[in-house]
């Protein structure tokens, strides 16, 4: 009778301390864009960091968002500092440097933009291939391969709000941004959506975005694939269509 009330202490026990080890042992930090307004946000806020979040919880997992800027995401992971962040293009160079899941976060739409006032003229692809043509682009952002094959003079500043300030005062051609980011600032600014216009023929890309992880990391695949699954898992039971509603 002794054993057996020692053993069910035990399991009673094993029981009670269970959910507080495995919620220890599944909890990660993952770093986040401080300025991808309105992905990922300054507050660790944003559509793109609560997909992550609420997939990683799908298979068990919390997350802890650190908010820095982009360029030193990029740096400490390819350094072996951390984890993973978001949000990462897949190119050449960053799958050298880094490890990627399969399953994109989501697609953005990134367009070549101008001040509608001053409009840039592109009848072909090759008319980007301009020395004089000023475009600017965000320090430390993975562009779309393409993106790079260009031939224009690039103008580098620390934030899409930089790039959008430049195009109105008329110090660039155009700029490269992703549509909802250019939607969401004009809105901030109390600026008419009109006042930028984008190529819609020429420089359109659908972009997958991505959670870049450490390769040093001795979990990192370990990550991705949950990640993976936790995103097959939103899309399948129909919480997916729900998260990406960007208001």
Request: with cysteine.
């Amino acid at each position: 009778m002794k054993l057996q009330f020692i053993i069910l202490f035990i399991l009673v026990s094993t029981l009670m301390l269970s959910p507080i080890q495995i919620s220890q042992a599944q909890t990660i930090e993952l770093y986040a864009e401080d300025a991808y307004t309105p992905f990922s946000n300054a507050n660790g806020s944003g559509m793109i960091n609560n997909l992550v979040i609420t997939a990683y919880r799908e298979v068990g997992v919390e997350v802890r968002i650190k908010v820095i800027p982009f360029a030193r995401i990029v740096k400490w992971l390819e350094s072996g500092q951390g984890l993973g962040g978001f949000s990462a293009v897949k190119t050449p160079i960053s799958q050298q440097n880094l490890l990627f899941g399969k399953e994109p976060v989501y697609h953005v739409v990134t367009k070549f933009f101008y001040a509608t006032a001053r409009p840039v003229e592109i009848e072909n692809d090759s008319d980007f291939n301009n020395p004089n043509l000023d475009v600017g682009q965000v320090n430390g952002y993975m562009y779309h391969p393409a993106f790079y094959q260009y031939q224009f003079k690039r103008h580098v500043v620390q934030s899409d709000e930089s790039l959008i300030k430049m195009l109105l005062l008329g110090r660039l051609d155009m700029a490269y941004i992703t549509d909802k980011v250019v939607d969401c600032h004009l809105s901030k600014m109390g600026i008419p959506r009109s006042t930028l216009s984008a190529q819609k023929q020429f420089g359109v890309i659908s972009v997958p975005l991505y959670v870049a992880f450490n390769k040093r990391h001795p979990n990192a695949q370990y990550y991705a694939d949950l990640l993976d699954k936790g995103l097959k898992r939103l899309k399948l039971n129909g919480k997916y269509e729900k998260l990406i509603v960007i208001k």
